[in-house]
């Protein structure tokens, strides 16, 4: 199977791993909680850009990049709560927020690029 070559998906995977590197020192005792839903919200981004790509039509893949912007947006609030709660320190997702919405940015350009293509 052929990887996915877009610098968006990238961006999304080096995402999903800073997410997963910040969340090994959570408590143990969010194991099962926030560590695991700041994961699954972290690499769902990237698997919905390469599984919208890789369905091959303007549609499917409109349809996962906007599954991709809420997964997104699922990680920044897994993110802020567990600063807001105290699992992680204060400031230490200030990187992490600032390419997430780099990445907002690249898929709402995408978006719209493709909706536009498709109006045509």
Known sequence: MAEVRSYRWQRAMDLAAAAYELS?????????????????????????????YGRSTKPAYLNFLRIAQGSLKELETHLILAE?????????IDGLLGDADELGRMLNSLI?????HAAR
Do not use: C, M
């Open 84 to 92: 807001r709660i105290g699992v992680t320190p204060s400031g230490s």
């Open 24 to 52: 090994r020192a959570y408590p143990r005792d969010e194991l099962f909680g926030l560590t695991s839903q700041t994961r699954r919200a972290a690499a769902s981004i990237a698997a919905n850009i390469a599984e919208g």
């Open 112 to 116: 719209s690029k493709l909706r536009s």
